[in-house]
């Protein structure tokens, strides 16, 4: 298993951080624990996981997992605040009110003392920066979270929360947490080379865009049964599927048989070697998933694999829209848009 620095600190996490956002879900707790034990036994010392995922539930196979097993010092835990953990007013959001209330939370779910990294889930214009990085440095200073650091945030934003934390000094973010993979390509244009700037390790989610680049999707972009997209087909994974990245998705895979690797395996290769990534997040539902990802960890990305996909998609661009939950990303990605849209002036 390779090791990467987790940005500016001293911490080194492995090339992939295991995701639990299925368990309790999608992943029954007993399969989400064979994972677990493997992922670990292979080398993988960061679970990602949220207070909103199932219900909490996420949390809690983890925090029972860790306990039982005596495995909680062999691992990196990051879990995330924003999203609504109850039918409150308060129960949401960035607000001191609410950070303090959600980590105390996690920790009882989690069955620890401490988170190692706490994220921002979303950014929140309602809440001023100030008040959020404060609630979070006394979390650091209690001892209850170890470092900082915020999920799809854009560029602007980030640069805000370190220059407050600069004047304040307060504790500094270390992390930021992207939706980042072949199909949307656009924290390549600011995010990424910022965090390289200031030290920010970067943490992809979705790097496999949901299955479309595992070959999951037909060319026709119709969603395959027992897929999020299918059980929701109104719904924020849905608007993601396009035809045009189920037809780059087509085109991973023929590119990965010539290889002789899967789909999945060689759009997996090539994020977690693009520059400035630390660690993409993989979500296997399954232990043979699980093993198919650990087989490219220690492969190396070459110059051929990066024309192949800039080809594809070129650097920056988008065909499908995984930012459709930041709360501010204004553009979409049009799939059948007008001949003028697509044509130079």
């Known amino acids: 298993m390779e090791y990467r620095p987790l940005g500016s600190t001293g911490v080194k996490v492995s090339a992939l951080c295991l995701g639990g956002g299925n368990y309790g879900d999608m992943t029954a707790e007993e399969t989400a624990w064979d994972i677990m034990r493997a ?4 080398g993988v010392n960061l679970i990602d996981t949220a207070d909103s995922y199932c219900g909490g539930e996420s949390e809690r196979i983890i925090g029972r997992f860790l306990k039982s097993t005596g495995l909680r010092h062999e691992v990196l835990v990051l879990s995330k605040v924003f999203y609504p953990t109850g039918e409150g007013l308060n129960d949401r959001g960035l607000s001191r009110y609410h950070i303090m209330r959600a980590c105390e939370a996690s920790l009882r779910r989690l069955n620890t003392d401490h ?17 959020t990085l404060e609630a979070l440095n006394d979390l650091v200073r209690q001892g209850k979270v170890g470092y900082i650091g915020c999920s799809t945030y854009p560029a602007w ?3 805000e929360a370190l220059a ?22 656009r924290a390549e244009n600011e995010l990424i080379p910022l965090c390289h700037k200031y030290g920010l390790a970067v943490i992809p989610w979705s790097p496999l865009a949901m299955g479309m680049l595992a070959g999951r999707y037909p060319v026709d972009a119709s ?15 849905a608007r993601r599927v396009t ?19 899967t789909a999945g395996q060689l759009a997996l290769l ?8 630390t660690c993409p997040i ?29 080809a594809l998609v070129p650097p920056g661009m988008a065909v499908a829209n995984f930012h459709n939950t930041s709360g501010w990303m204004k553009a979409d990605v049009f799939d059948d848009a007008p001949e003028m849209m697509r044509t130079p002036l």
């Open 164 to 185: 407050m934390s600069e004047r304040r000094g307060f504790s500094r973010f270390v992390v930021e947490s992207p939706p980042y993979n072949l199909l949307d390509r």
């Open 243 to 261: 035809r045009r990245g189920a037809q780059v998705g087509a085109r991973v895979a023929e590119l990965a048989r010539a290889r002789g690797l």
């Open 223 to 237: 969603f395959p049964e027992g897929s999020r997209a299918a059980a929701n087909p109104q719904g924020i994974y």
């Open 157 to 159: 934003r980030v640069m």
């Open 39 to 42: 992922a670990i036994e292979a």
């Open 270 to 277: 090539w994020i977690k070697d693009q520059p400035g990534v």
């Open 115 to 131: 988170i190692d990294l706490y994220l921002l889930h979303r950014s929140a214009e309602d809440v001023p920066i100030a008040e």
């Open 282 to 310: 993989v979500g296997p539902r399954t232990r043979a998933q699980l093993a198919e990802m650990l087989a490219v960890v220690d492969q190396r990305a070459d110059d051929d694999l990066r024309a192949a996909f800039d």
